[in-house]
């Protein structure tokens, strides 16, 4: 059972070679010994659902023994810890909401058990996915399965870990400014970002509203065209949510790439990227000039202003998304005679550093004389992003780029430094701001043995 991908377990359950509940024993038995391992394991889960798993993997048995078929029927998979499963808790990786425990189904948490899957786990996260590395978690820092000094990624590090280190075969994140893409680069993982609509956020703990978008992590493409099939949809419970048919993306893989007209943009080929990450990405280049593609150079030359205007955008919405957890609604309460001292203490303990900062740069750019200034203006320099990427689009069919300018980092090495650790960002916000999306690819290992993916972004 060891290092298996979707289609491998879905062959393998057809042809009775093992059950899914004997799958899914495997793997919370591997998934409870690294956590006992404490600081040693990857740890890549908050929480295990071990007898909600069991129970789902058994009834697919049943299923699978009726001749019943459904796309993931019996696979199991991992959910990011910001996506509700009814009776399971929802912590995204704070305090703040510690003993909530969701009464109901996330809009992908019901196509996902339409589709047969059983979820093991909650996966670890930066805290309420503000983060690059996992380590504004409020529990602890998951570790990089290929080298355990150093971060997995963030914020969906614990879903990247636990495919990359065979916890698991696939999992859910979230990506507001690459938090699916970054993570499942530096694990060497598939992530994708779907186009900004094309899944539901019902049932998301909302971050960035108009930059948040669900996707899967996956050790193969061909899983996940599998798995963003099952999350794609119409949701009358998301106001964003796009009415669209859905392509046969598993048919896509199939199609020819001959002639398709790749875009190399000039402006992320900057100082500080790695020595590493450009020979990758240039082997991706080579890779698919032998597949029969056009290389043309492009620019984005509004690139340099991504990483302010998300910071600004994100934690506008932030501040407003996050004044919800007060003390009453939800989790966590530290109790209090004045209901004002109550707000504000159980706020104080609640939430981390990182998520207070947040809400103070967001609470000061939408406040009254600071509003035109900063958020207004973000909003305007989002349009002309945005348009930067359709006049691309006009001339090119994809975009190639970095993931991040470098490969894992070391445990530590940015965490004291918010703007160091923002600058991870510089690749992947801008397809959040512009609503298009993203695929993080895994192309090969640097001599240290790190994975070096890239990423292609596509039209809407
Ligand atoms: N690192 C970025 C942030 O902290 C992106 C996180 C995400 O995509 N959720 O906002």
């Known amino acids: 059972m060891n290092n298996l991908t979707i289609q491998e377990i879905l062959n393998s359950l057809q042809q009775k070679k093992f059950s899914s509940a004997e799958l899914t024993r495997y793997y919370l038995k591997k998934s409870r010994e690294d956590l006992d391992k404490g600081d040693s394991g990857v740890r890549p889960f908050i929480t ?24 993931l029927l019996g696979v199991p998979l991992a959910i990011k810890d910001n996506i509700n499963i009814e009776g399971a808790e929802t912590t995204c990786a704070s305090q ?29 996260m930066d805290e309420f996915a503000m983060g690059s590395s996992n380590e504004t978690s409020s529990y602890w820092s998951t570790r990089n399965p290929h080298d355990l000094s150093r971060i997995p990624g963030g914020s969906s590090g614990g879903s990247a870990a636990a495919v990359s280190g065979d916890f698991v075969s ?9 938090s699916i893409r970054l993570p499942a680069g530096l694990c060497g993982i598939v992530g994708v970002k779907p186009t900004y ?7 998301l703990v909302a971050y960035g509203s108009s930059l948040d978008q669900i996707g899967p992590l996956t050790k193969t493409v061909e899983d996940a065209a599998l798995m963003l099939s099952v999350l794609s949809g119409y949701d009358k419970m998301d106001s964003t949510s796009i009415d669209v048919p859905i392509d046969n993306y598993s048919q896509g893989l199939r199609n020819s790439i001959k002639g398709k007209k790749i875009g190399v943009p000039k402006e992320y080929f900057i100082e500080g990227l790695d020595d590493d990450v450009k020979k990758t990405i240039l082997k991706a280049i080579d890779m698919l ?45 530290v109790k209090d005679e004045d209901i004002t001292e109550l707000f504000m203490k159980t706020r104080d303990a609640g939430f981390g550093d990182e998520v207070k ?35 691309a689009f006009e001339k090119v069919d994809a975009i190639i780029s970095p993931v991040s300018p470098t490969t894992a980092f ?3 090495e940015k965490i004291n ?33 790190l994975p070096v993916g890239v990423q292609l972004m596509g039209k809407h």
């Open 48 to 71: 295990l659902l071990d007898d909600m798993a069991i129970a789902r993997a058994e009834e697919a048995d049943k299923r699978i023994s009726q001749g019943e078929t459904a796309p």
């Open 96 to 124: 703040i909401l510690k003993g909530y425990i969701s009464p109901y189904d996330a809009y992908v948490i019901k196509k996902l058990k339409d589709a047969g899957a059983v979820f093991t786990a909650k996966t670890n």
């Open 170 to 178: 696939g999992a859910i994140g979230s990506d507001t400014g690459g």
């Open 197 to 203: 609509g094309r899944v539901s956020r019902f049932g």
């Open 289 to 333: 000039k032998s597949q029969g593609c056009e290389i043309v150079d492009i620019s984005l030359p509004r690139t340099g202003y991504a990483v302010p205007v998300y910071y600004i955008i994100a934690t506008s919405e932030a501040s407003s998304n996050l004044a919800r957890f007060d003390g009453i609604r939800y989790g966590k309460r």
């Open 410 to 412: 070391k445990i530590g």
């Open 357 to 391: 900062r947040r809400i103070m740069i967001g609470t000061y750019s939408l406040s009254s004389g600071y509003y035109d200034a900063y958020y207004l203006q973000a909003l305007k320099a989002r349009t002309i992003i945005k348009n930067d990427f359709l006049n």
């Open 417 to 449: 430094d918010p703007i160091k650790m923002y600058l991870s960002d510089i690749f992947t916000i801008s397809a959040n701001l512009a609503g298009i999306p993203g695929i993080s690819l895994p192309i090969e290992k640097n001599a240290q043995g």
